[in-house]
């Protein structure tokens, strides 16, 4: 009987003792430490701007060429060939956006002899998201073609810009 | 911002091609000669190298010529040439006439070294016992860059 006893009185003793400690251990939370990396971004050309072949007149007028890549040929111009927009890749990381902007929105067109036209470039594009880590899209221009335009290829080069937000 | 690092630039090209006016000149006339009709109609054919065929039971006389034109333009550029009628009326101008057909030597044309020439193939038709006279008529030709 008596070892009995005593035997629960130990118990007792031993969820006291417990209690006691308690109040001692370290309490502990988890926090996240986290990053994502991106993969660095490509843009690449998939279209140059064209105009097509303009027969000029001899007033000043202007071609038109819309991101669908239709043209409009001023009025007293003739225009042939098929036009069409600048068109540019992107490549990076699946699911961001990326902003999108034309580093200038003139560009000159020489024939290389001294003769040149200018054209006005835009985009309805100004940020675009990677669905499935890719996107396109589109550069309209308007060339401005001086009456009596001289004969001749005409080029130039414009630049955009892309960049994660 | 990391914008020199995540940025990509691309660049493209603009281009566009300035034309020059087309000029077109003939340079011969569609000639089919003197022809002495019959009392049945026939008719008298002149090839794009302007070799004429007489059809029977005509009779043909002096020198018949192709129709001939002289494009001038862009260097390599390709034009395209139509006959605003293929059908063209000769009158003697005093209400008689006679109908040719006309066909040309190619519908494109280009431009090697700025330009090119075509000419145009006539088949006449005539009457029995069509009216002497001198017939004359005039067809147009369009030539236009593509």
Redesign the interface.
Known sequence: MTFFSTKRLGAFGAVLTLLAVSPSYASTGNGDASVKI?R??????S??????????SASAAT?AVAESGARTCGAGL?C??TASS?A?H?VGTNGEVVSVSL?STT?T?S?GASHA?T?D?GTSTSSLTLAGGAGDFS?A?T?N?GAN????????????????Q | MASGVSAAPGAARASVQILRPVAVTKTADLMFGTVLPATSTATVAIRQDGVRTCGSPLRCYGTPSAGRFHVVGVSGQIVCISLATTRVTLTDGAAHTMTANLSLSTSSLALAGGSGDFGIAGVLSVKANQAEGAYAGQYVVSVDYQ
């Open positions: 991106l660095a971004i490509t843009v690449t050309k279209a140059d701007l064209y105009f097509g072949k303009i027969l000029p071609v003739g042939y060939d600048g540019f992107v580093d560009a067109l024939d036209m054209v470039l550069v221009g060339l073609v335009q001289v004969d001749g290829t005409y080029t130039g080069q414009y630049s955009v810009s892309v960049n994660y």
